[in-house]
């Protein structure tokens, strides 16, 4: 049965309430009188002169965040004016605010409330209701209250302070960006959102227009506008605010001021949020340095770094160290505030879902009750996180059975949480899967499906909002939506089993293959979608804003890659200047990204649209297959596997049936390994059990198509579907099914030609997702001069005497590629041959065409680029090794290699990285060959093609020709000759079908050549067609 994920949402109060509880301080010059006129003799005069010495020197120390050294010189100042003019003197007053605002920071809640309420009495008697001094104290008081949990209270009083102050300052002055900032914050931790956005963008925006806006006020209020944003789904929006504030914040304050730390903790929050918990432990380590460092061990803000570090370490699966800090932070906090506050609420829920997950679920729901009656009687029954804990109580009633009972406070949870953040918020999509869940348990199919259909749509409008974060984190993101995802496609499968009548069955099928569209890995089905748009695009300049905006994207995840390492570094080690130095970085990137987002808004609107399409419906893919086509989809969950059988003009069929991810993989895997080496036996046995499992359900079908296309999930991509046996009864070398010898012979080998394999029935093309299809397919053509037939590049300078194209890669140590090393790799002269064949075959001159050797140059494919020439050919190769991210140190993403030249620079290092092509406009290529290793096999990111592949769709190519694993020269250069040779020869040929005539005639080769091994699959599987095999 389905299982509820993980909602981590109450873990962002703590820190929220914190920065509210002990912000900066804050002060304007302008409007405090420093001087009192003529005094009654000489003696008092000196000592409100001493008076006002010590109030600077207490607000100078605040500024600094010296809290502890600012609390003298302001008791000092006190104490020597209720001397000299008595308690009720509006100069008292200003002595207690100041005074209240140490204590505040200091954690002295009961202090700082009474200090402030004296000093507003005193200003209201003084200077009358409506003054700006009262309109201050307002401010601070109501600081207090949210310190105390009073929220509305808080929200009432400063709404009076910002009438108070739009009318003694006017509404755009700084002292109401003060309030406002404020206000904001208390809305947001109400969950009123939308008020807390637009009243914090007000306040973000008046001091943004302020040349003299003071820094420390202007990046607190960009850091709560940061996080009012994260809270509110936009979190690539949130997190470019919190990193102005932060470059505010270190630039002006230095980098071990609090306020700094209270950022970084937001930035951890919202690394923890994209996925990245191991980009936000360091942020949150150092946050925590600063505390201890500057305000003390025991000191409330350094609970909320205990907080944090807790979900970060919960997050990383390290229970025991997440149990150690929520129990810190829990003791920290009640000594501060009490047992009754939502930040101890917020505590007890951690360490409960921590017992709720050990299997304590007595202990669990002891502390959620508890949690529950603290939020009731402070925040209300319809505040956002009473759904978080009755989620939680949930939770626990169906692990202990009481489904209904689970049922009826998630039911609650739902009209909280929708009344308080609204109908479209991700948090809403996280309990209605939820309920979904449990209405599935209970038997409540219909109801369950309607909640799991509307928190599909929820996440995918989510994941629309943050499309332009960085390649991982929106991956990181699309995972966050899975769990409901596959359960909802469990919920299908089971209503379509039951359903009897076939209008519902149908439509039931559609909405299973919507499900599994929208579950597939978005990453490459973007890099399609934009290179469509950017084909939509007519004019040049508007073509090369959409580039910058990618290059910049990948620019900006460098450093804060760069910049986690060194928060990463010990406090003896830590650099502030190169930090700064990156954080400056990242300040002119993020400007040059948001001018270049916002040029391409005005110049073509639908950019955004088009860059991220919906994921495409079954009636849609129809309309985009051609005669004689037939799609199949598969999709792998935990424990069921799921077709789709898809033609032009035929209703959709489709086919589930209970197989775990485990089985599927171990079987993909042990077939890949057969295939390693022509030295070994082919797995004949699971390639016919492969072939039971994916396609045997649509046999009667498939018998009368021409092309098959095939949509497999992560766990089927590594499977050759060329390699599948059809037939178990035709096979005319039994000993090859069950070998006798530990190698093969040569007459075993040559016998694998006889089996029945799905390449002979049919050519096939392998696309990410339907939805990429239909983008490759309605991309409208391109009227440019007429193209060239093929540009080719290969056999590069290598030393290494191997045949392999691959294979592993050197060690390289921590200074970087060792060139020479690289130089190592195996030679492959093969390729010169190859390319050659091909250029032979589509009748291009190789002297303007093919480079090789010294002229297969990253300075050479610069040149063809620039020329104009590269994108404008029809079939272009790269006949060389093909490196993954990671497979050598220094390496940080994929990359092919060509000819190391001898002095290596920034301009031509030999690598032709990810990032480099990404950059590549190749409106008119049909395909690129990649006759490399592993150039289409996962690189462990959970989105099926490897990054070069990806790179190449979105510099607008229509089909790849890809490699599953480490290639035989020899072999992989027949290969190719036979594919163009034929697809020279017939213009009419598609290259699906080139492909499929290749590998036969590799096969026939092996069985009556000098090769025999050319008929096993180590030698004519490991390529395939990737994108418009037509």
């Known amino acids: ?160 302070s910002l009438r108070i102050r739009e009318q003694v300052f006017g509404k755009t002055h700084r002292h109401v960006a003060e309030t406002l900032m404020y206000l904001a914050m208390v809305q947001g931790l109400q969950m009123n959102l939308q008020d807390a956005l637009s009243t914090q963008a007000r306040a973000v925006t008046l001091y943004d227009h302020d040349p003299q806006a003071p820094p420390l006020e202007h990046s607190m209020a960009l850091t709560s506008y940061g996080v009012i944003l994260s809270r509110n789904g936009e979190l690539a929006k949130g997190k470019q605010f919190l990193e102005r504030a932060l470059l505010l914040q270190e630039g002006n304050l230095g980098p071990t001021h609090p306020i700094v730390a209270r950022t970084l903790d937001s930035l951890a929050e919202l690394e ?100 529950l009656e603290i939020q009731e009687a402070t925040l209300g029954p319809h505040h956002n996180d009473m759904a978080t804990t009755l989620t939680r109580l949930a939770w626990v009633a169906g692990q202990q059975g009481r489904h209904d009972q689970s049922e009826s406070l998630l039911e609650q949870a739902v009209l909280i949480r929708e009344s308080a953040l609204g109908p479209d918020h991700p948090d809403l999509a996280l ?174 609107p639908a950019y955004s649209e088009m860059a991220f399409p919906k994921p495409v419906d079954l009636q849609s893919v129809q309309k985009y297959l051609h005669e004689g086509e037939a799609m199949i989809s598969l999709y792998v969950w935990d424990h069921i596997l799921q077709a789709w059988f898809i033609r032009s003009g035929h209703p959709p069929l489709s086919h589930t049936q ?85 190698r093969p012979t040569d007459a075993q080998l040559q016998s694998y030609a006889q089996l029945p394999w799905l390449i002979k029935r049919f050519p096939v093309t392998i696309v990410p997702s339907a939805s990429a299809l239909t983008l490759l397919r309605q991309s409208a053509p391109v009227t440019l001069e007429p193209t060239e037939r093929f540009i080719g590049f290969g056999d590069p300078r290598f030393m290494g005497d191997g045949r392999e194209r691959g294979g592993k890669m050197p060690t390289i140590d921590e200074s970087g590629l060792a060139w020479d090393q690289l130089r190592m790799m195996n030679a492959l002269p093969g390729t010169q041959q190859e390319l050659l064949s091909i250029a032979q075959t589509l009748g291009v001159n190789p002297n303007t065409n093919v480079f090789l050797q010294n002229r297969a140059t990253e300075t050479q494919v610069r040149g063809l680029l620039k020329a104009g020439r590269l994108g404008k050919t029809q079939v272009l190769s790269f006949a060389t090794h093909g490196l993954l991210a990671g497979q050598l140190t220094g390496l940080v993403e994929p990359a092919l290699v060509l000819t190391i030249p001898a002095h290596p620079s920034a301009e031509d290092d030999g690598l032709l990285t990810m990032s480099e092509i990404l950059d590549f406009q190749l409106p008119q290529v049909d395909w690129v060959i990649l006759s490399a290793c592993n150039t289409a096999g996962s690189d462990g990111s959970g989105q099926g093609l490897t990054g070069l592949a990806r790179a190449f769709f979105f510099a607008g190519a229509k089909a790849l020709l890809v490699s599953h694993w480490s290639v035989d020269d020899r072999a992989t250069q027949t290969l190719m000759t036979q594919i163009f040779r034929l697809f020279g020869r017939d213009h009419t040929l598609s290259k699906s079908a080139a492909l499929r005539e290749g590998m036969l005639a590799l096969m026939e080769e092996g069985k009556t050549g000098t090769f025999p091994y050319f008929s096993h699959p180590y030698a004519w599987a490991p390529f395939f067609l990737v994108g418009m095999g037509e």
């Open 1 to 160: 049965m389905p299982t509820h994920s993980h909602d981590h949402s109450h873990f962002r109060l703590p820190n929220v309430v914190v920065l509210c509880c002990v912000l900066v301080f804050i002060w304007n010059l302008q409007h405090i009188p420093h001087t009192l006129g003529s005094t009654e003799s000489p003696e008092a005069s000196q000592a409100l002169h001493d008076a006002t010495a010590s109030h600077e020197q207490a607000r100078q120390l605040l500024e600094k965040g010296d809290y502890t050294s600012a609390l003298a010189p302001a008791e000092h100042s006190l104490q020597l004016r209720e001397a000299a003019l008595g308690q009720n003197h509006l100069i008292v007053a200003e002595s207690l605010n100041t005074l209240g605002l140490v204590f505040h920071y200091l954690a002295r809640i009961d202090e700082a409330l009474h200090a402030h309420e004296r000093a507003l009495q005193i200003r209201q008697k003084q200077d009358g209701v409506d003054s700006g001094e009262v309109g201050e104290s307002l401010t601070n008081l109501a600081r207090i209250l949210v310190s105390k949990g009073d929220f509305p209270k808080a929200q009432t009083m400063l709404e009076q």
């Open 272 to 371: 923890m949020k994209m996925g990245h918990s191991e980009s936000g432990l360091p942020l949150a380590q150092r946050a925590m340095e600063i505390r201890e460092q500057r305000l003390g061990q025991d000191h409330p803000e350094v609970s909320a770094s205990f907080s944090t570090l807790g979900t970060l370490f919960w997050r990383q699966g390290n229970l025991a160290e997440a149990t150690r800090y929520f129990q810190r932070a829990l003791e920290s906090i009640e000594q501060t505030v009490g047992p009754v506050h939502p930040v101890v609420a917020a505590n007890l829920l951690s360490l409960g879902e921590l017992h709720r997950q050990t299997g304590d679920l007595k202990t669990a729901q002891t502390l959620f009750s508890r949690a």
């Open 431 to 604: 309990l209605c899967m939820e309920l979904a869940r449990t209405r599935h348990r209970i038997g409540k199919l219909p109801e369950s499906k309607l909640l799991y259909e509307r928190g599909r749509r929820i996440y995918l409008m989510f994941n629309r909002l943050n499309q332009h974060l960085d390649e991982s984190s929106f991956r990181n993101l699309h995972q966050q939506g899975m769990a409901g995802l596959r359960d909802y496609a469990l919920l299908l499968a089971h209503m379509a089993q039951q359903a009897s009548e076939p209008e519902i069955q149908q439509s039931l099928v559609q909405d299973s293959f919507l499900v599994a569209e929208q579950a597939r890995g978005w990453v490459v089905q973007s890099a399609v979608a934009k290179a469509l748009a950017r084909k939509q695009i007519q004019q040049q300049e508007e073509g090369e804003l959409v580039k910058t905006v990618e290059t910049l994207r990948r620019r900006r995840e460098k450093i804060w890659s760069a910049l986690h390492t060194l928060y990463a570094q010990p406090s003896t080690s830590y650099n502030p200047q190169s930090i700064q130095d990156l954080k400056q970085d990242i300040q002119d990137v993020q400007s040059r990204l948001e001018a270049s987002l916002r040029a391409i808004e005005q110049r073509f």
């Open 658 to 742: 209970s197989l775990s991810k485990k089985d599927i993989a171990d079987l993909v895997g042990h077939l890949r390994a057969s295939m390693n080496s022509a030295k070994q036996h082919f797995d004949a046995q699971g390639a016919r059990q492969l072939y039971t499992w994916l396609l045997q359900p649509f046999e009667a079908h498939i018998s009368n198509i021409t092309h098959l296309i095939v949509i497999p999930d992560e766990v089927l991509l590594p499977l050759p579907f060329a390699v599948l046996l059809t037939e178990t009864e035709k096979t005319d070398s039994a000993h090859a099914l069950q070998p006798s010898s530990a």
